[in-house]
């Protein structure tokens, strides 16, 4: 396969956008689909609805060569990709495919044979042969005559465009010229390793991943709230527990957030029900700790008011997932922040990362170290760390 290609990605959001710029970058002619008109026309003019490093040069150079195109509509293309939302849906937690399903049906008319079809979006077991069953079904020319894969992304928000080309990829076709056909199409702009497999195994794998990060996540949680029952610093307790050569205990925190490790370990429970229990646990224990972070703050309160007979002003410091980024999905903070608000306590909501967030006013980080009582940090932010010296009015949930 050349660069003599076109190359459509459906979805233009923190993983659609960055792969098609970078793809774009290497002089391949790239058409972003989004259904946002809003989306499409800010990319159209060399811009980016993201916080995301390097992005944006990056799209408006591609945008400006001519090699990034973005539409709400398809076009006949050489290969199709798949980054749109996987959420979970009901109290079951289980994943729901519409928008994959969606875009699979939006670019049934345009595919043709020799096309390769790709979903990167995280999927549960079995997705991948689901959308082949669709296209064949739809399109019974095509059977055996296009190319269909899997290849999940596991990139680190922040640092997307650096390991969208040098981490690894693991790539599982629904076949053998699949697989082959897919790996050939990554090696145009990756450079990290290209390990074959076959779809069911590459849609696993990214749910492990995240599964494996929750349930290491889940025992620091849980032992941050032992160590605060037994008046141990959890911080200093892991610190030293990490001396020892083959102990790597992570950091605790808020909870757990963001778009896939509080979403996809559920994708394996919904489906595996009596064997995943220590990744039910794992998710049950994140989000409890969540709760018991709120019950904190809340005892905190509860103190001030009855030792100052008013109510105090309390900074929620950090409402995204994790620090220095912008991305609020699934956040733990936000959770908490929200969560005080509708209990009526005087909030101050600091998220130096965005700028204006629905029916939370955000107040800027210099008035709120002047007006607040009880400073809660929630999540790391580079622009916290020098706010933060131990005093007994800062509770420190983020490792600070
Ligand atoms: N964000 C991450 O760090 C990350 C990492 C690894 C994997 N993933 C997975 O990648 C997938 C995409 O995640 P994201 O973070 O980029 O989501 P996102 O919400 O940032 O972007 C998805 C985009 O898809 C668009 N969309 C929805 N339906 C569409 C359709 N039918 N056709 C075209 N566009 C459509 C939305 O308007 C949105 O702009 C998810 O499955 C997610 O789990 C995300």
């Known amino acids: 396969m050349d660069n003599n290609i076109k190359v459509t990605m459906m979805g233009l959001g923190y993983i659609g956008l960055p792969t098609a710029a970078l793809i774009a970058s290497k002089g391949i002619h790239v058409l972003g689909v989004d259904v946002q008109q ?13 916080v995301e490093p390097a992005l944006d040069g990056l ?16 076009e006949k293309s050489d290969v199709f990709l798949i ?16 928008y ?6 939006m670019i049934l008319p345009q595919l043709e044979e020799g096309n390769l079809f790709i979903i990167e979006s995280t999927s549960p077991v079995g997705t991948t042969e689901k959308m082949a069953e669709l296209i064949f079904t739809e ?31 693991a790539i599982g076709g629904i076949n053998e010229p699949s697989t082959n056909k897919a790996c050939e ?14 779809a069911r195994t590459a849609e696993m794998t990214k749910l492990v991943e995240n599964a494996s990060r929750d349930v290491q996540i889940a025992f620091a949680n849980e032992l941050s709230m032992i160590c605060d029952e037994a008046n141990i610093d959890i911080w200093e307790l892991i610190k030293l527990a990490n001396k020892h050569p083959r102990v790597n205990i992570l950091q605790p925190g808020t909870g757990v957030g963001g778009h896939c490790i509080a979403v996809d370990p559920w994708f394996i429970v919904s489906e595996f029900k009596e064997k995943a229990k220590i990744i039910r646990t794992a998710r049950e224990i994140n989000n409890y700790k969540t709760e018991w972070v709120i019950e904190k703050i809340k005892n905190i309160a509860l103190e ?3 030792k100052e007979g008013r109510k105090p002003i309390i900074a929620c410091m950090g409402l995204a997932f994790k620090p220095d980024i912008d991305d609020l999905r699934e956040s733990p903070a936000l959770y908490v922040t929200k969560s005080l608000i509708n209990q009526k306590f005087n909030v101050l909501s600091i998220e130096p990362n965005v700028k204006y967030y629905k029916n939370i006013k955000l107040t800027a980080l210099n008035e709120a170290l002047e007006q607040a009582d009880i400073f809660v940090y929630l999540v790391k932010h580079k622009e916290f760390i020098h706010t933060y010296n131990k005093q007994s009015n800062q509770l420190n949930f983020c490792g600070l």
Not at 185 to 198: A, P
């Open 139 to 169: 399109r019974p020319e095509l059977k055996d005559k296009i190319y269909i894969a899997y290849c999940p992304e596991r990139v680190l928000p922040g640092n997307v465009i650096y390991e969208l080309k040098n981490n690894d990829r």
């Open 185 to 198: 199409f990554y090696r145009l702009f990756v450079s990290g390793e290209l390990h074959k497999t076959n």
């Open 83 to 98: 980054a749109v939302p996987t959420p979970f849906k009901g109290n079951n937690h289980e994943p729901d495919l519409a």
């Open 38 to 50: 809003q989306v499409v026309d800010t990319i159209n003019s060399g811009k980016i609805h993201i």
């Open 100 to 105: 994959v399903e969606s875009a699979t049906r």
């Open 304 to 306: 001030f008011e009855i």
């Open 59 to 74: 799209v408006k150079h591609d945008v400006e060569r001519g090699y990034l195109k973005a539409s709400i509509t398809t």
